[in-house]
């Protein structure tokens, strides 16, 4: 009789075996965390810049029908009333709606009231996508449901946001009040201009001697070539910086106001988030002390080391925050309708090439390589 040969017994892991292999398991995860955590953000930036080029595309074909650019914000008249002029403040992304296939929106809009009347709250509650960059989660299908009391008719104005702004210059100026007159608002030379009151109108102060007048900006106006002149780019819903204030004011995707569908390029982008130097900003700037909410007027993204940027020819590229830019500290804001200078008096930096890039005719040259 043949007897079976006994099976040897099967030995498991040991406690250090399996420690070491849920130790390689763990140091690999971490390896490829970083990995698909880049990856996801390329998607984002890449999608980021297909928003932002269908824009630009879309200015472009806006001009060629209306022989220019939209504007920042503007004055219009009401009715047949002399005085019934109104500050409309319908920004270029409502003003081209139908250049980027939302022209039942465009229908929509009621231009014979300003954008913040109840006759708008359609218009102002529509979600638009285009307008918002996937690294901007905060943004996405983001909805004020409007109070009462918020319109100029005191009629709630239900609102949408926008991740993206057009450039209205280097400088602050808002030509709407009627204190600033034409000559400081082309100091701006920003492709998206704030329209001010005309010269003839009146109102409870008497005659506007000084207002700005209407004024659009055209290919042919931009001398230092479309291709070195930025058009819009990125300025983010969501906070940047933790510390800084509440800027979920601003952004409204309707109105043409600096802060909302326009930005400056008084600083570089993203310099808002180093909340230090955001802390350090000295009382003579046009908003308040420290950050105070100047950095809602800024160009900004949660894109790691920059912000995309669309061009007057219609390409988009991606400038880091370390590109050459004029210190803004040497910035002095002297008040409104009162030119800005340098520190003590002195005259204004000398643009940096970021600064330059936001002009339409400032002369400067400027490389490729340089940013």
């Excluded at 009040?177 to 998206?192: A, D, K, T």
């Excluded at 800084?244 to 600096?258: A, K, M, V």
């Excluded at 100047?294 to 925050?321: E, L, M, Y």
Aim: proline fraction near 6%.
């Amino acid at each position: 009789m043949t007897r079976a040969c006994p099976v040897a017994a099967r030995r498991g892991f040991t406690l250090i075996e399996l420690l070491v292999v849920i130790a390689i398991i763990g140091v690999l995860i971490a390896l490829l965390l970083p990995a698909v955590q880049s990856a996801r953000e390329a998607a984002r930036r890449a999608q980021c810049t297909n928003n932002l080029k269908q824009l630009a595309l879309a200015l472009q074909n806006y001009h060629d029908v209306n022989g220019s650019f939209p504007m920042g914000d503007a004055y219009q008249r009401r009715g047949n009333n002399p005085g019934g002029w109104v500050r409309q403040n319908f920004g270029p992304w409502v003003a081209m709606t139908q250049f980027y296939e939302q022209g039942n929106i465009f229908n929509s809009l009621n231009t014979d009231v300003m954008i913040y009347y109840a006759q708008n709250s359609t218009t102002n509650g529509f979600a638009v996508s285009i307008l918002w960059c996937p690294s901007d989660s905060e943004v996405i299908n983001q909805r004020y449901p409007g109070n009462p009391g918020d319109g100029w008719d005191d009629s709630p104005i239900p609102m949408t946001y926008s991740s993206y702004a057009g450039n209205s210059g280097v400088l602050y100026y808002h030509a709407a009040r009627g204190e600033v007159p034409q000559s400081l608002v082309g100091q701006n030379q920003g492709v998206f201009m704030h329209v001010g009151r005309p010269p003839s109108m009146t109102g409870g102060s008497g005659a506007c001697t000084t207002c700005a007048s209407g004024k659009v900006v055209s290919i042919s106006s931009i001398r230092d070539g479309t291709s070195n002149t930025i058009i819009a780019g990125d300025k983010a819903y969501g906070r940047v910086a933790a510390e800084l204030g509440d800027p979920y004011g601003p952004n409204w995707w309707t109105s043409g106001l600096i802060g909302d569908t326009t930005y400056s390029a008084l600083f570089p982008p993203n310099f808002f988030k180093s909340v230090a130097a955001g802390a350090a900003l000295p009382c003579y700037f046009p908003e308040q002390c420290g950050d105070s909410r100047n950095f809602i007027q800024t160009a900004n993204s949660f894109h790691p080391g920059g912000c995309n940027f669309a061009f007057c020819d219609g390409s988009v590229r991606f400038i880091k925050n370390t590109v050459n830019s004029w210190n803004p500290f040497l910035v002095q804001y002297n008040g409104r309708g009162v030119a800005y200078s340098g520190v003590g008096g002195n005259p204004l930096p000398v643009y940096g090439v970021y600064q330059a890039l936001h002009t339409i005719k400032g002369g400067e040259v400027i490389s490729a390589d340089q940013y």
